[in-house]
């Protein structure tokens, strides 16, 4: 061999091979570039921060749940599964203590093993103020979801036992929000969160591989997840935070992003021309208006109620977006099995709905007047303005004259907070507010609305709802541990809401997505929780 | 030179002074709940208090003055309320991509506008004059975001040579001057350049045609000095305006990007302050807000200390 070979060529040979494998490699690996709505990735030290919608993205792919959603079905509505939680029973002296039989077995991804202590410091992270891992940040996120736990503790290795304040069969509804992270790794990281949010370890289907805030971050796949029928389909998911609707859709039309959310629904068409398919499915949202009940209130009359949910041709504002919403019949769609069978049945019906206000003693000629407060815009409020605008002239025709008070969302939470009774709404004449519900859980669809000791400021029951038949209902709920019976009764709740025309039930939304052809897989759940491990390149 | 100098230092520290009260103080005027960041907006009451107490919000308007300003003068703006991530690191990291895009679109526009101005304003009713103005007309009244929208749509949507969003392919954190960056960098830098591009060709263009019909131009030329030497003339005693609107083109650039950064979804402080504005994230908001502000004061004592180099009669006066 000559000198020259060995000293010049013999690298450059020896380079090639490994070259080829490393760029075999990178061909190998499948990623999916995902542009979200939201304006920055969402906290990923376990509790994530930015809404319902913001566990899919880095709470239920880095993390799990003791209790799971079903997220990966979207042929019916998802139920509640096990989590790193195999079993949970209660106590049958003691209605108000749980048992939780926990997973063997399973590992964070720092390779340390998942055990009971690490779900009792996970609740002392965001419940125990006096623990050195309490986080106020996750604590603000999730306590007020998990509002029951009263105390916890280890049983054994593998058991842990929560006690509730009051007996509440639903308690296990809550459970999908608390995520479980690595008690070992937040020790590893110095005891900061801040460090821990980019080096986070959790139980779930992906690990957390980079983080440029606002920007980016790279899920990978956990090839050692322990639920192997939900190993992700894509090696490797980048979230792009995109939060204007018009970019986000460039950049999917551009080739920079293979699936957004929720495109606008003036794009469709374009991107429907060009190959790209759009998925939507029943989702847990409804927008509506809310009504106060409070004296005073021109919504007192449940005619004037009933009227305006008969006065809005629903359809029509299906069209206005597209198609990218479905019809409300109720607080919640048809195929949820809380739905009941409610007598009064919502639809478009002008005539009706003018006889209705006659016999309350309006007309067009001489219309009921009422004040509604609306947000310009905003996560969950879909197309605010125009579909206000929309129903504004569609109560006209019936002789409700609206007037609108526009509000930056943020200021429209203050005013839901502070309930129909208090000053800044009953002071100022609004009556009625406008605001996007998420409807996950039989709590967040039905009874903070429904109960009456949610009246707010205790709640959210915004305009003061009473009705016995309703409480007694939830009381019977919270004690009824068998699912069937709890159903039932949930269903008795929705029907009596929309016979006593609660609200001016509009649409639902129906979380559309926008994917290149290059997505070959997606799973769109009936629900606010999407399974990234779905997506496949 | 140097008394003019101090004074022009001196005169820049009120008003920094005063940029931090405002910047202080329009944030907590305006309405919302900056809770709204962290709490869910069902939040029980106990739960926002607690929040309350923990972020300082609870403590009297001046106070929270005071402990702010005193923290800021050392460079400490406090945390993301949203984030939790120090609104300094936030600030600069997004500052590096504003400056740059700002510079990018300043220098393309400065350049631009002087020598379309200058063109014009020497030959004045000409083509190139009426094609100037015209420019200039629509670069100031265009708004922003549409043109934005406009390039995005012709050369990133039907012609897709460049990227509709973003700063990089591995975001921002790894800016590198290579063609991937670059053709990142190119829409919103076209679009942001056409502003400045506009008020300096119309500026060139007045100051060059009020400058030729000046007496002194034409004793230059009575005493034959060729147009070289004339034009050196004519271009000195326009410089220190041209600098002027130059410098106060590139301060609205910082700032006044919002739309741009937001429609490109830029990751600089434009970007960064939609984002802190919708979240009602106060330290962010104060904190950005602040930065730019400075940042502009900065750019005007720059100005004030270059016009009497490049114009010493103002250095005298």
């Not at chain 2, 009451?45 to 923290?71: C, N, T």
Request: with cysteine; aromatic share 10%; net charge positive.
């Amino acid at each position: 061999m000559s000198p020259l070979f060995r000293k010049q060529l013999a690298p450059w040979l020896l380079t090639v091979p490994a070259l080829l494998g490393a760029a075999f490699a990178a061909q190998a690996e499948t990623v999916a570039r995902y542009g979200i709505s939201m304006a920055d990735i969402p906290l990923t030290t376990g509790q994530p921060d930015r809404g319902a919608g913001a566990y899919q993205f880095t709470g239920h792919t880095i993390y799990d749940p003791l209790i799971a959603w079903e997220a990966n079905i979207g042929t019916r509505p998802g139920k509640l599964v096990p989590g790193l939680a195999t079993e949970w029973k209660v106590d049958p002296k003691d209605n108000k203590v749980w048992r939780f039989t926990l997973r063997k077995g399973v590992k964070f991804h720092d390779g340390s093993e998942f055990k009971a202590d690490a779900v009792v410091w996970n609740l002392d992270k965001v419940l125990n103020d006096k623990s050195p891992q309490f986080d106020a940040k996750q604590s603000a996120q999730v306590r007020p979801r998990i509002p029951s736990i009263a105390s916890y503790k280890v049983v054994d290795a593998y058991t842990v036992e929560i006690v509730t304040k009051d007996v509440d069969a639903l308690f296990p509804y809550q459970l999908p929000w608390f995520l479980i992270g690595s008690p070992a790794q937040w020790e590893a990281q110095g005891r900061d969160w801040a460090k821990v949010a980019v080096k986070p370890s959790g139980t779930g289907p992906f690990k957390l591989d980079k983080l440029v805030p606002r920007e980016r971050a790279d899920l990978v796949r956990n090839a050692a997840y322990w639920d192997k029928a939900r190993l992700p389909k894509t090696d490797r998911i980048v979230l792009m935070p995109i939060p204007d609707a018009l970019t986000r859709a460039n950049a999917l039309l551009n080739g920079q992003v293979d699936l957004i959310e929720t495109p606008p629904p003036d794009v469709l068409p374009q991107l429907q021309s060009r190959g790209f398919k759009l998925v939507q499915n029943v989702t847990p949202h409804v927008w509506p208006y809310h009504f106060s009940t409070q004296p005073g209130s021109p919504w007192t009359d449940i005619r004037v109620r009933k009227a305006a949910n008969l006065a809005v041709d629903r359809e029509a504002i299906v069209k206005l977006l597209n198609g990218q919403a479905s019809v409300a019949k109720g607080q919640l769609d048809k195929t949820s099995p809380w739905f009941g069978k409610p007598s009064f049945d919502i639809k478009y019906d002008l005539p009706a709905a003018r006889a209705l206000m006659a016999q309350a003693g309006y007309t067009k000629a001489n219309p009921l007047k009422a004040k509604v407060i609306i947000a310009q815009g905003g996560t969950g409020q879909m197309l605010s303005l125009p579909m206000n605008e929309f129903i504004q002239q569609s109560l006209a025709e019936v002789g409700i004259q609206l007037e609108f008070q526009v509000v930056e969302l943020e200021t429209l939470y203050l005013h839901w907070r502070s309930g129909a009774k208090a000053d800044m709404n009953a002071g100022k004449g609004i009556t009625a507010i406008n605001l996007g519900y998420v409807t996950a859980d039989p709590f967040y669809a039905l009874t903070r609305f429904a109960y009456s000791s949610y009246v707010a400021p205790n709640g959210v029951n915004w305009g003061g709802y009473e009705n016995k038949k309703v409480d007694d209902a939830i009381d019977k709920i919270r004690t009824s541990f068998d699912v069937k019976v709890q159903d039932q009764l949930l269903a008795s709740v929705h029907q009596q809401m929309v016979d006593d025309a609660l609200m001016l039930w509009v649409v639902h939304d129906t979380n559309p997505h926008a994917l290149s052809p290059k997505v070959k897989t997606f799973v769109q759940a009936q629900h606010w929780f999407q399974d990234l491990t779905t997506i496949g390149m | 030179m140097i008394a003019y100098l101090l004074k022009r230092v001196l005169y820049a520290l009120p008003i920094a002074l005063g940029v931090t009260v405002v910047s202080f103080a329009l944030v907590y005027l305006a309405p919302g709940d900056p809770l709204n960041a962290i709490a869910p907006a069902d939040a029980p009451a106990e739960v926002i208090e607690a929040l309350k107490s923990q972020y300082g919000l609870d403590r009297p308007l001046p106070v929270r003055y005071g402990l702010w300003l005193a923290r800021a003068v050392q460079g400490d703006l406090g945390a993301s309320i949203a984030t939790g991530r120090a609104v300094a690191a936030e600030v600069l990291g997004a500052l590096s991509n504003t400056v740059l895009l700002a510079g990018v679109a300043a220098a393309v526009g400065v350049f631009f506008g002087c020598v379309l101005g200058g063109i014009a304003g020497y030959r004045q009713g000409g083509v190139v004059d009426r094609i100037a103005t015209a420019l200039s007309v629509v670069g100031v009244s265009i708004p922003h975001y549409w043109l934005g929208l406009v390039l995005t749509i012709l050369f990133s949507i039907q012609r897709p040579w460049f990227p509709a969003m973003g700063a990089g392919p591995g975001g921002s954190g790894e800016w590198l001057w290579d063609l991937e960056h670059i053709r990142h960098l190119v829409l919103p830098a076209a679009t942001l350049c056409v502003i400045p591009m506009g008020i300096i060709t119309r500026t060139v263009r007045a100051l060059v045609a009020d400058t030729l019909n000046q007496e002194f131009v034409v004793a230059l030329r009575a005493r034959g000095l060729g147009p070289s030497a004339v034009f050196r003339h004519v271009a000195r005693n326009a410089a220190p305006t041209v600098l002027a609107v130059a410098g106060l083109q590139v301060g609205y650039l910082m700032g006044g990007s919002i739309l741009v950064e937001t429609v490109f979804a830029w990751p600089g402080t434009g970007f960064l302050l939609n984002t802190a504005i919708f979240q009602r994230d106060i330290p962010l908001l104060q904190g950005t807000i602040l930065v730019l502000c400075l940042i502009f004061v900065a750019i005007n004592l720059l100005v004030d200390i270059l016009q009497p180099l490049v114009d010493p009669r103002m250095g005298r006066a």
